[in-house]
Protein backbone atom coordinates (compact mmCIF):
# COMPACT_ATOMS: atom_id res chain seq x y z
CA UNK A 1 0.00 0.00 0.00
CA UNK A 2 1.36 3.75 -0.71
CA UNK A 3 0.76 6.00 2.28
CA UNK A 4 1.95 9.34 2.02
CA UNK A 5 1.20 12.88 2.30
CA UNK A 6 -0.33 13.05 -1.24
CA UNK A 7 -0.33 9.62 -2.44
CA UNK A 8 0.51 9.52 -5.92
CA UNK A 9 2.62 6.83 -8.38
CA UNK A 10 4.48 8.26 -11.43
CA UNK A 11 6.03 6.52 -14.55
CA UNK A 12 8.00 7.48 -17.69
CA UNK A 13 6.14 6.25 -20.70
CA UNK A 14 8.21 6.31 -23.88
CA UNK A 15 6.39 8.07 -27.05
CA UNK A 16 7.87 5.81 -29.43
CA UNK A 17 7.63 6.34 -32.95
CA UNK A 18 4.66 9.46 -32.22
CA UNK A 19 5.57 13.41 -31.44
CA UNK A 20 4.46 14.96 -28.55
CA UNK A 21 1.32 16.54 -30.51
CA UNK A 22 0.19 12.84 -31.70
CA UNK A 23 0.01 11.42 -28.38
CA UNK A 24 -1.66 14.09 -26.97
CA UNK A 25 -4.10 12.84 -29.66
CA UNK A 26 -4.07 9.76 -28.77
CA UNK A 27 -4.25 10.53 -24.90
CA UNK A 28 -7.23 11.92 -25.22
CA UNK A 29 -8.74 9.26 -27.24
CA UNK A 30 -7.78 7.01 -24.73
CA UNK A 31 -9.04 9.09 -22.02
CA UNK A 32 -12.43 9.10 -23.74
CA UNK A 33 -12.35 5.47 -24.50
CA UNK A 34 -11.97 4.33 -20.28
CA UNK A 35 -15.04 7.21 -19.97
CA UNK A 36 -12.87 8.79 -17.49
CA UNK A 37 -13.63 13.08 -17.52
CA UNK A 38 -10.85 15.33 -19.25
CA UNK A 39 -10.56 18.37 -17.44
CA UNK A 40 -7.13 20.26 -19.21
CA UNK A 41 -5.77 19.82 -22.21
CA UNK A 42 -2.53 22.01 -23.21
CA UNK A 43 0.56 21.81 -26.02
CA UNK A 44 2.22 19.78 -23.11
CA UNK A 45 -0.20 17.55 -21.23
CA UNK A 46 -3.31 16.79 -19.84
CA UNK A 47 -4.95 16.43 -17.19
CA UNK A 48 -8.03 13.90 -16.40
CA UNK A 49 -9.89 12.49 -13.26
CA UNK A 50 -10.60 8.74 -13.14
CA UNK A 51 -13.63 7.04 -12.30
CA UNK A 52 -15.15 7.16 -8.66
CA UNK A 53 -14.95 4.33 -6.27
CA UNK A 54 -17.64 3.68 -3.40
CA UNK A 55 -14.21 4.06 -1.36
CA UNK A 56 -12.04 6.48 -3.12
CA UNK A 57 -12.17 9.29 -4.84
CA UNK A 58 -11.46 10.14 -8.42
CA UNK A 59 -8.03 10.22 -9.38
CA UNK A 60 -6.24 12.52 -11.09
CA UNK A 61 -3.99 11.50 -13.80
CA UNK A 62 -1.67 14.21 -14.98
CA UNK A 63 0.69 13.74 -18.69
CA UNK A 64 3.68 15.95 -19.25
CA UNK A 65 5.07 15.59 -22.34
CA UNK A 66 8.69 16.19 -23.22
CA UNK A 67 10.77 15.78 -26.93
CA UNK A 68 10.70 11.76 -26.24
CA UNK A 69 8.83 10.32 -23.16
CA UNK A 70 5.64 11.27 -21.62
CA UNK A 71 5.57 11.64 -17.61
CA UNK A 72 2.27 10.49 -16.28
CA UNK A 73 1.43 11.04 -12.94
CA UNK A 74 -1.83 9.54 -10.98
CA UNK A 75 -2.50 11.20 -7.47
CA UNK A 76 -5.16 10.73 -4.99
CA UNK A 77 -7.60 13.78 -3.91
CA UNK A 78 -9.62 14.35 -1.28
CA UNK A 79 -7.99 13.84 2.00
CA UNK A 80 -6.91 10.21 1.59
CA UNK A 81 -3.50 9.86 2.50
CA UNK A 82 -3.20 5.70 1.49
CA UNK A 83 -4.25 4.48 -1.86
CA UNK A 84 -3.14 0.48 -1.72
CA UNK A 85 -1.87 0.77 -5.04
CA UNK A 86 -4.88 2.51 -6.73
CA UNK A 87 -3.11 4.90 -8.18
CA UNK A 88 -0.32 2.67 -10.18
CA UNK A 89 -3.75 0.27 -11.39
CA UNK A 90 -5.16 3.84 -12.35
CA UNK A 91 -1.93 4.74 -14.60
CA UNK A 92 -1.75 0.53 -15.76
CA UNK A 93 -5.49 1.05 -16.98
CA UNK A 94 -4.83 3.97 -18.97
CA UNK A 95 -1.45 3.02 -20.88
CA UNK A 96 -2.99 -0.61 -21.02
CA UNK A 97 -5.93 1.14 -22.92
CA UNK A 98 -3.60 3.73 -24.98
CA UNK A 99 -1.33 0.20 -26.41
CA UNK A 100 -4.84 -1.17 -27.50
CA UNK A 101 -6.74 1.58 -29.35
CA UNK A 102 -3.41 2.61 -30.66
CA UNK A 103 -3.28 0.30 -33.77
CA UNK A 104 -6.73 2.06 -34.64
CA UNK A 105 -5.00 5.45 -35.49
CA UNK A 106 -2.71 6.35 -38.02
CA UNK A 107 0.19 9.21 -37.27
CA UNK A 108 -1.67 11.11 -40.20
CA UNK A 109 -4.83 10.84 -38.15
CA UNK A 110 -3.81 12.06 -34.85
CA UNK A 111 -1.94 14.79 -36.44
CA UNK A 112 -5.25 15.97 -37.91
CA UNK A 113 -7.11 15.87 -34.73
CA UNK A 114 -4.17 17.62 -32.71
CA UNK A 115 -4.96 20.48 -35.86
CA UNK A 116 -8.22 20.57 -35.34
CA UNK A 117 -7.35 21.30 -30.83
CA UNK A 118 -4.44 24.44 -31.93
CA UNK A 119 -6.85 26.96 -32.04
CA UNK A 120 -8.21 25.89 -28.67
CA UNK A 121 -4.83 25.46 -27.31
CA UNK A 122 -3.25 28.59 -28.70
CA UNK A 123 -6.66 30.75 -26.59
CA UNK A 124 -5.38 29.59 -23.08
CA UNK A 125 -3.02 32.01 -21.81
CA UNK A 126 -1.02 30.14 -19.78
CA UNK A 127 -0.30 26.89 -19.64
CA UNK A 128 -0.98 25.08 -15.84
CA UNK A 129 0.76 21.60 -16.90
CA UNK A 130 4.06 23.96 -16.52
CA UNK A 131 2.84 24.79 -13.03
CA UNK A 132 3.23 21.57 -11.07
CA UNK A 133 6.00 22.24 -9.66
CA UNK A 134 7.20 20.20 -6.98
CA UNK A 135 5.63 20.81 -3.36
CA UNK A 136 7.59 23.48 -1.57
CA UNK A 137 8.03 23.00 2.43
CA UNK A 138 5.39 25.62 3.20
CA UNK A 139 3.14 23.47 1.03
CA UNK A 140 4.13 20.24 2.01
CA UNK A 141 3.97 21.80 6.08
CA UNK A 142 0.34 22.76 5.41
CA UNK A 143 -0.54 19.30 3.96
CA UNK A 144 0.83 17.50 6.99
CA UNK A 145 -1.43 19.99 9.07
CA UNK A 146 -4.62 19.29 7.53
CA UNK A 147 -4.41 16.08 8.64
CA UNK A 148 -5.45 17.49 11.74
CA UNK A 149 -7.96 19.90 10.71
CA UNK A 150 -11.40 19.47 10.28
CA UNK A 151 -12.65 19.32 6.25
CA UNK A 152 -15.62 17.65 4.54
CA UNK A 153 -15.57 14.42 5.46
CA UNK A 154 -13.07 14.42 7.53
CA UNK A 155 -14.32 15.82 11.10
CA UNK A 156 -14.30 12.97 13.42
CA UNK A 157 -11.06 11.42 13.10
CA UNK A 158 -8.88 14.48 13.64
CA UNK A 159 -10.80 15.58 16.48
CA UNK A 160 -10.05 11.99 18.40
CA UNK A 161 -6.85 12.82 17.31
CA UNK A 162 -6.09 15.84 18.40
CA UNK A 163 -8.30 14.86 22.01
CA UNK A 164 -5.19 12.42 22.34
CA UNK A 165 -2.24 14.80 21.92
CA UNK A 166 -4.05 17.70 23.75
CA UNK A 167 -4.36 14.89 26.68
CA UNK A 168 -0.68 13.85 26.41
CA UNK A 169 0.52 17.90 26.01
CA UNK A 170 -1.12 18.24 29.45
CA UNK A 171 0.16 15.17 31.19
CA UNK A 172 3.54 16.40 29.98
CA UNK A 173 2.86 19.90 31.34
CA UNK A 174 1.63 18.68 34.34
CA UNK A 175 4.93 17.13 35.07
CA UNK A 176 4.46 13.75 33.54
CA UNK A 177 7.86 11.81 31.49
CA UNK A 178 7.13 12.63 28.10
CA UNK A 179 9.28 9.20 27.37
CA UNK A 180 8.39 7.01 29.90
CA UNK A 181 5.47 7.75 32.37
CA UNK A 182 5.24 5.75 35.50
CA UNK A 183 2.55 3.91 36.66
CA UNK A 184 1.42 6.37 39.36
CA UNK A 185 1.03 9.21 36.64
CA UNK A 186 -0.68 7.02 34.57
CA UNK A 187 -3.61 6.23 37.21
CA UNK A 188 -4.06 9.74 38.02
CA UNK A 189 -4.67 10.65 34.88
CA UNK A 190 -7.53 8.21 34.08
CA UNK A 191 -5.54 4.64 33.66
CA UNK A 192 -7.53 1.33 33.36
CA UNK A 193 -6.72 -0.02 36.87
CA UNK A 194 -9.24 -2.80 38.01
CA UNK A 195 -8.79 -2.04 41.87
CA UNK A 196 -9.99 1.47 41.11
CA UNK A 197 -11.79 0.97 38.07
CA UNK A 198 -14.37 -1.90 39.66
CA UNK A 199 -14.48 0.92 42.55
CA UNK A 200 -15.78 3.84 42.62
CA UNK A 201 -14.22 4.83 39.11
CA UNK A 202 -16.03 3.32 36.16
CA UNK A 203 -15.35 6.35 33.91
CA UNK A 204 -11.93 4.73 33.25
CA UNK A 205 -12.69 2.01 30.65
CA UNK A 206 -13.14 5.57 28.55
CA UNK A 207 -10.83 7.78 29.86
CA UNK A 208 -7.68 5.12 29.36
CA UNK A 209 -8.95 5.03 25.88
CA UNK A 210 -7.28 8.77 25.51
CA UNK A 211 -4.23 8.30 27.43
CA UNK A 212 -0.45 7.37 26.56
CA UNK A 213 2.36 5.83 28.66
CA UNK A 214 4.67 7.78 26.03
CA UNK A 215 5.39 10.04 23.13
CA UNK A 216 6.19 6.67 21.20
CA UNK A 217 3.18 5.07 22.04
CA UNK A 218 0.92 8.07 20.95
CA UNK A 219 2.74 8.53 18.01
CA UNK A 220 2.01 4.80 16.74
CA UNK A 221 -1.49 5.01 17.93
CA UNK A 222 -2.27 8.41 15.94
CA UNK A 223 -0.30 7.16 13.33
CA UNK A 224 -3.01 4.31 13.15
CA UNK A 225 -6.00 5.85 13.69
CA UNK A 226 -5.21 8.50 11.17
CA UNK A 227 -5.00 5.95 8.62
CA UNK A 228 -7.85 3.87 9.33
CA UNK A 229 -10.28 6.75 10.05
CA UNK A 230 -9.39 8.52 6.80
CA UNK A 231 -9.90 5.47 5.30
CA UNK A 232 -13.51 4.50 6.95
CA UNK A 233 -14.76 8.25 7.97
CA UNK A 234 -16.02 8.89 4.16
CA UNK A 235 -17.77 5.64 4.12
CA UNK A 236 -19.66 5.49 7.48
CA UNK A 237 -19.57 9.30 8.86
CA UNK A 238 -18.94 11.16 11.49
CA UNK A 239 -21.55 9.53 13.51
CA UNK A 240 -21.38 6.00 13.72
CA UNK A 241 -17.16 6.45 13.02
CA UNK A 242 -17.64 8.26 16.59
CA UNK A 243 -19.63 5.64 17.88
CA UNK A 244 -17.69 2.58 16.70
CA UNK A 245 -14.36 3.95 18.41
CA UNK A 246 -16.46 5.12 21.91
CA UNK A 247 -18.23 1.65 21.99
CA UNK A 248 -15.34 -0.68 20.96
CA UNK A 249 -13.14 1.25 23.38
CA UNK A 250 -15.10 0.40 26.11
CA UNK A 251 -15.72 -3.27 24.59
CA UNK A 252 -11.38 -3.51 24.71
CA UNK A 253 -11.13 -1.96 28.45
CA UNK A 254 -14.05 -4.26 29.74
CA UNK A 255 -11.90 -7.14 27.95
CA UNK A 256 -9.22 -5.76 29.55
CA UNK A 257 -10.27 -5.83 33.29
CA UNK A 258 -11.82 -9.24 32.56
CA UNK A 259 -8.82 -11.20 31.14
CA UNK A 260 -6.06 -9.49 33.87
CA UNK A 261 -5.79 -9.47 37.56
CA UNK A 262 -3.91 -6.69 38.16
CA UNK A 263 -2.47 -3.90 35.09
CA UNK A 264 -2.75 -0.73 34.34
CA UNK A 265 -4.22 -0.10 30.85
CA UNK A 266 -3.90 2.90 28.83
CA UNK A 267 -3.96 3.76 24.47
CA UNK A 268 -6.71 4.38 22.02
CA UNK A 269 -5.08 0.96 20.46
CA UNK A 270 -8.09 -1.11 21.59
CA UNK A 271 -10.53 1.20 20.00
CA UNK A 272 -8.40 1.39 16.87
CA UNK A 273 -8.38 -2.50 16.69
CA UNK A 274 -12.39 -2.02 17.16
CA UNK A 275 -11.70 0.45 13.49
CA UNK A 276 -10.19 -2.09 11.70
CA UNK A 277 -12.80 -4.95 13.05
CA UNK A 278 -15.28 -2.62 11.65
CA UNK A 279 -13.33 -1.77 8.58
CA UNK A 280 -12.36 -5.64 7.99
CA UNK A 281 -16.21 -6.45 8.21
CA UNK A 282 -16.71 -4.03 5.19
CA UNK A 283 -14.42 -5.46 3.25
CA UNK A 284 -16.52 -9.35 3.51
CA UNK A 285 -19.33 -7.55 2.00
CA UNK A 286 -19.86 -6.26 -1.66
CA UNK A 287 -19.99 -2.26 -0.18
CA UNK A 288 -16.39 -2.30 -1.59
CA UNK A 289 -15.46 -2.65 -5.31
CA UNK A 290 -14.39 -6.51 -5.71
CA UNK A 291 -10.86 -5.83 -7.25
CA UNK A 292 -9.60 -3.79 -4.59
CA UNK A 293 -11.61 -5.69 -2.07
CA UNK A 294 -9.40 -9.12 -2.23
CA UNK A 295 -6.00 -6.64 -1.58
CA UNK A 296 -7.34 -5.16 1.44
CA UNK A 297 -8.34 -7.52 3.04
CA UNK A 298 -4.98 -9.25 3.07
CA UNK A 299 -3.59 -6.34 4.04
CA UNK A 300 -5.73 -5.55 6.90
CA UNK A 301 -5.48 -8.65 8.13
CA UNK A 302 -1.78 -9.14 7.59
CA UNK A 303 -1.36 -5.50 9.71
CA UNK A 304 -4.02 -6.62 12.36
CA UNK A 305 -2.16 -10.16 12.83
CA UNK A 306 0.94 -9.05 13.30
CA UNK A 307 0.29 -6.34 15.68
CA UNK A 308 -1.27 -9.15 17.92
CA UNK A 309 1.33 -11.66 16.79
CA UNK A 310 3.64 -8.60 18.51
CA UNK A 311 1.23 -8.45 21.29
CA UNK A 312 2.22 -11.29 23.14
CA UNK A 313 5.07 -9.44 24.49
CA UNK A 314 4.75 -8.42 28.22
CA UNK A 315 4.03 -5.06 28.51
CA UNK A 316 1.16 -5.23 25.67
CA UNK A 317 -2.39 -5.19 26.76
CA UNK A 318 -3.62 -7.78 23.83
CA UNK A 319 -6.92 -8.44 25.41
CA UNK A 320 -7.98 -4.97 25.15
CA UNK A 321 -6.99 -5.24 21.46
CA UNK A 322 -8.88 -9.15 21.13
CA UNK A 323 -11.95 -7.22 22.85
CA UNK A 324 -11.78 -3.83 20.12
CA UNK A 325 -11.02 -6.55 16.73
CA UNK A 326 -13.76 -8.83 17.68
CA UNK A 327 -16.86 -5.93 18.88
CA UNK A 328 -15.69 -4.27 16.00
CA UNK A 329 -16.84 -6.43 13.77
CA UNK A 330 -19.71 -7.38 15.20
CA UNK A 331 -20.51 -3.46 14.85
CA UNK A 332 -19.25 -3.63 11.59
CA UNK A 333 -22.05 -6.28 10.39
CA UNK A 334 -24.63 -4.57 12.43
CA UNK A 335 -24.04 -0.90 10.16
CA UNK A 336 -24.12 -2.64 6.81
CA UNK A 337 -27.91 -2.55 6.30
CA UNK A 338 -27.97 1.57 7.26
CA UNK A 339 -24.41 2.01 5.33
CA UNK A 340 -26.43 0.53 1.94
CA UNK A 341 -29.22 3.50 2.40
CA UNK A 342 -26.87 6.75 3.17
CA UNK A 343 -29.56 8.93 2.40
CA UNK A 344 -32.14 6.84 5.05
CA UNK A 345 -31.00 9.13 8.05
CA UNK A 346 -33.71 7.44 10.06
CA UNK A 347 -31.91 4.19 10.21
CA UNK A 348 -28.52 5.31 10.53
CA UNK A 349 -29.81 6.83 13.98
CA UNK A 350 -31.34 3.49 15.32
CA UNK A 351 -28.60 1.80 14.65
CA UNK A 352 -26.06 3.26 16.26
CA UNK A 353 -28.63 4.08 19.04
CA UNK A 354 -29.61 0.05 19.62
CA UNK A 355 -25.77 -0.30 19.26
CA UNK A 356 -25.17 1.85 22.28
CA UNK A 357 -27.67 0.02 24.31
CA UNK A 358 -26.67 -3.08 23.76
CA UNK A 359 -22.93 -2.51 24.20
CA UNK A 360 -24.17 -0.49 27.54
CA UNK A 361 -26.07 -3.14 28.74
CA UNK A 362 -23.79 -5.58 28.25
CA UNK A 363 -21.12 -3.62 29.75
CA UNK A 364 -22.70 -2.93 32.67
CA UNK A 365 -23.91 -6.63 33.26
CA UNK A 366 -20.35 -8.06 32.54
CA UNK A 367 -18.79 -4.98 34.64
CA UNK A 368 -21.02 -5.97 37.77
CA UNK A 369 -20.00 -9.61 37.80
CA UNK A 370 -16.38 -9.19 37.66
CA UNK A 371 -14.55 -10.72 40.21
CA UNK A 372 -12.05 -8.33 41.86
CA UNK A 373 -8.89 -10.40 41.37
CA UNK A 374 -6.44 -7.71 42.42
CA UNK A 375 -8.21 -7.41 45.63
CA UNK A 376 -8.44 -10.95 45.99
CA UNK A 377 -4.67 -10.97 45.19
CA UNK A 378 -3.82 -8.08 47.83
CA UNK A 379 -5.91 -9.87 50.27
CA UNK A 380 -3.88 -13.02 49.62
CA UNK A 381 -0.20 -10.93 50.24
CA UNK A 382 -1.55 -9.81 53.14
CA UNK A 383 -2.44 -12.85 54.89
CA UNK A 384 1.30 -14.31 53.87
CA UNK A 385 2.88 -11.71 55.13
CA UNK A 386 0.78 -12.29 58.70
CA UNK A 387 1.94 -15.93 58.27
CA UNK A 388 5.17 -14.87 57.75
CA UNK A 389 5.95 -12.73 60.82
CA UNK A 390 4.21 -15.25 62.95
CA UNK A 391 6.58 -17.92 61.55
CA UNK A 392 9.89 -15.88 61.86
CA UNK A 393 9.09 -15.12 65.65
CA UNK A 394 10.20 -19.04 66.71
CA UNK A 395 13.29 -17.91 65.61
CA UNK A 396 13.38 -15.14 68.58
CA UNK A 397 11.69 -17.20 71.18
CA UNK A 398 13.96 -16.75 74.74
CA UNK A 399 16.98 -19.07 75.30
CA UNK A 400 15.08 -20.86 78.47
CA UNK A 401 12.01 -21.63 76.55
CA UNK A 402 11.09 -25.73 77.19
CA UNK A 403 12.13 -28.18 74.24
CA UNK A 404 8.50 -29.04 73.93
CA UNK A 405 7.20 -25.64 73.66
CA UNK A 406 9.82 -24.92 71.23
CA UNK A 407 9.10 -28.06 69.17
CA UNK A 408 5.29 -27.54 69.25
CA UNK A 409 6.01 -23.89 67.93
CA UNK A 410 8.24 -24.77 65.68
CA UNK A 411 5.78 -26.72 64.08
CA UNK A 412 2.45 -25.51 65.01
CA UNK A 413 2.90 -21.87 64.32
CA UNK A 414 6.68 -22.27 61.91
CA UNK A 415 6.14 -25.38 59.49
CA UNK A 416 2.67 -24.80 59.24
CA UNK A 417 2.50 -21.15 58.12
CA UNK A 418 5.32 -21.86 55.62
CA UNK A 419 3.20 -24.54 54.01
CA UNK A 420 0.07 -22.27 54.04
CA UNK A 421 1.86 -19.45 52.32
CA UNK A 422 2.84 -22.73 49.59
CA UNK A 423 -0.85 -23.15 49.44
CA UNK A 424 -1.56 -19.69 48.92
CA UNK A 425 1.21 -18.97 46.67
CA UNK A 426 -0.11 -22.13 44.71
CA UNK A 427 -3.87 -20.77 44.60
CA UNK A 428 -2.71 -17.45 43.07
CA UNK A 429 -1.87 -20.07 39.83
CA UNK A 430 -5.35 -19.51 38.50
CA UNK A 431 -5.44 -16.01 38.27
CA UNK A 432 -3.97 -14.03 34.73
CA UNK A 433 -1.26 -12.39 36.69
CA UNK A 434 1.81 -10.37 35.13
CA UNK A 435 4.70 -12.35 34.24
CA UNK A 436 6.39 -10.12 36.48
CA UNK A 437 4.43 -11.14 39.42
CA UNK A 438 3.95 -15.00 38.65
CA UNK A 439 7.72 -14.88 38.37
CA UNK A 440 8.29 -13.64 41.69
CA UNK A 441 5.53 -15.72 43.20
CA UNK A 442 7.77 -18.63 42.27
CA UNK A 443 10.72 -17.00 43.83
CA UNK A 444 8.51 -16.50 46.67
CA UNK A 445 7.48 -20.21 46.83
CA UNK A 446 11.53 -21.52 46.72
CA UNK A 447 11.68 -19.26 49.61
CA UNK A 448 8.93 -21.16 51.70
CA UNK A 449 10.50 -24.27 50.41
CA UNK A 450 14.01 -23.45 52.17
CA UNK A 451 12.48 -22.21 55.17
CA UNK A 452 10.82 -25.58 55.84
CA UNK A 453 13.62 -27.58 55.28
CA UNK A 454 15.92 -25.33 57.34
CA UNK A 455 13.15 -25.57 60.11
CA UNK A 456 13.08 -29.67 59.83
CA UNK A 457 16.69 -29.10 60.71
CA UNK A 458 15.83 -27.00 63.54
CA UNK A 459 13.21 -29.28 65.12
CA UNK A 460 15.91 -32.56 64.58
CA UNK A 461 18.70 -30.34 66.21
CA UNK A 462 16.27 -29.26 69.01
CA UNK A 463 15.12 -33.32 69.56
CA UNK A 464 18.32 -34.77 69.44
CA UNK A 465 20.16 -31.80 71.30
CA UNK A 466 23.02 -31.45 69.18
CA UNK A 467 24.80 -29.20 66.79
CA UNK A 468 25.18 -31.44 64.02
CA UNK A 469 23.19 -29.55 61.88
CA UNK A 470 24.00 -25.68 62.45
CA UNK A 471 26.29 -25.69 59.08
CA UNK A 472 23.43 -27.22 57.06
CA UNK A 473 21.07 -24.74 58.61
CA UNK A 474 23.70 -21.96 57.58
CA UNK A 475 23.99 -23.21 54.14
CA UNK A 476 19.92 -22.92 53.70
CA UNK A 477 19.90 -19.28 54.78
CA UNK A 478 22.22 -18.13 52.33
CA UNK A 479 20.20 -19.69 49.38
CA UNK A 480 16.86 -18.06 51.25
CA UNK A 481 18.98 -14.35 51.48
CA UNK A 482 19.49 -15.51 47.50
CA UNK A 483 16.64 -16.04 46.26
CA UNK A 484 15.33 -12.80 48.27
CA UNK A 485 18.24 -10.28 46.94
CA UNK A 486 16.92 -12.39 43.02
CA UNK A 487 13.40 -11.37 44.13
CA UNK A 488 14.49 -7.54 45.25
CA UNK A 489 16.23 -7.15 42.00
CA UNK A 490 13.30 -8.41 39.90
Known amino acids: MAIGFTPKYVTSFPLGNLTPQQFISL ?10 TLVYVSHTGLVAYTDRTRIFPNGELRINLSDTHATITCLSTGTSFADFGRNRKFVQRFTTKLAEISPLFVNEVLELHYEDMRPYLDMQETDLMQHHLPEKPREVTQNILSFFLPSKGHVVTPLLVNLNILVFMLMVISGVSISDPDTASL ?8 PLTLGAEPWRLLSSVFVHAGFVHLGMNMGALLFIGMVLEPIMGKTRLLAAYLLTGLAASLTSLAWHAISVSVGASGAIFGLYGVFIALLTTNMIERNLRRFLLLSIVTFVGYNLANGMT ?148 ISENTHRYDMEISDYDRQMQAVMRDTANN
Do not use: C
Open 27 to 36: AIHTVHALRW
Open 187 to 194: IRWGANFK
Open 314 to 461: EGIDNAAHIGGLVSGLLMGYAMIPSLRQPKATGRKWATVALLTLLTGTSAFALYRNLPDTATQYENSMRTIAAREQKATEVLVMPSDTPRDSLLQRFNQDGIANWEANIRTIDSLKTLRLPVSVTERNAQLRTYYDLRIKSYQLYIKS
